[in-house]
């Protein structure tokens, strides 16, 4: 699996333009580290408008492939939550044959819902975090602060010794958002006490979003409330 492209015409929202646009089907980082850079950078794919200067966020298909850190990820915007899920059961079907990496790795394989999602795995694979912590610790905030001022999306930005960066993007905009790195741990915890439940193959393509979050507070919850299993 290479880097692979077609190109669309693309009508500007503002003007109703029509700009040639190239979409990014692969990008393959040992190839095309600068495709990486524009994708952190969300300059990768969008419709830079000649007419009115006008720049928007095309929501594509798009596969990352670093083959260097076995990450292969899967993002489709195009896909409704229940689409998303049929995915997820073909690229587990397909297996190792999508991409055969050698056993004595740990590829890291996952589907997500947009270009967002995309860019926050990426960064925290390469941070040494588990991305199931991670949604855990944004699950609880989210919830946490339904009451107060509703958050309508929260990311990660990045990692110092003892907190996690995010940013929080509320009704009036977006702001930072420090959380102390015991948080991560914590959550570390409850994954560890709850994962053999879920018979999680590292290996296998996997949806790690809130909904998996919601499930894995709901098992440790379940355990907690009834610690012999009966
Ligand atoms: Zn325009």
């Avoid at 930072?176 to 296998?204: F, S, W």
Wanted: hydrophobic letters at 40%; one cysteine or more.
């Amino acid at each position: 699996m290479t880097t692979a492209f077609h190109q669309v015409m693309a009508q500007c929202p503002v003007c109703l333009n029509e700009e040639e646009l190239t979409i990014w089907d692969v990008i393959d980082t040992s190839t095309d580290p600068d495709l990486k850079e524009k994708l952190l950078r969300k300059t990768l794919q969008s419709l830079e408008c000649r007419n009115c200067g006008h720049s928007t966020l095309i929501a594509a298909p798009l596969v990352y492939r670093d083959p260097k850190q076995h990450i292969l990820i899967e993002s489709r915007p195009d896909l409704g939550p229940d689409d998303l899920l049929v995915r997820l059961q073909d690229l587990q079907a397909a297996g190792p044959t999508l991409w055969p990496t050698p056993a004595e790795t740990a590829p890291f394989r996952r589907l997500v819902a947009s270009v967002n999602d995309l860019i926050e795995k990426i960064l925290v694979h390469e941070q040494g975090l588990d991305d199931r912590a991670l949604e855990l610790v944004k699950f609880v905030v989210i919830k946490h602060q339904a009451q107060d001022t509703p958050i309508e999306e929260l990311r990660l930005v990045g990692v110092a010794k003892s907190e996690l960066n995010f940013v929080m993007k509320l009704e009036d905009g977006w702001f930072q958002y420090q959380l102390v790195v015991d948080a991560y741990h914590n959550a570390q915890m409850i994954l560890e006490q709850t994962t053999d439940t879920l018979n999680h193959d590292p290996a296998a393509f996997a949806l790690i979003d809130s909904t998996y979050a919601e499930r894995m507070i709901d098992r440790f919850t379940a355990a907690m409330s009834d610690p012999i299993g009966q």
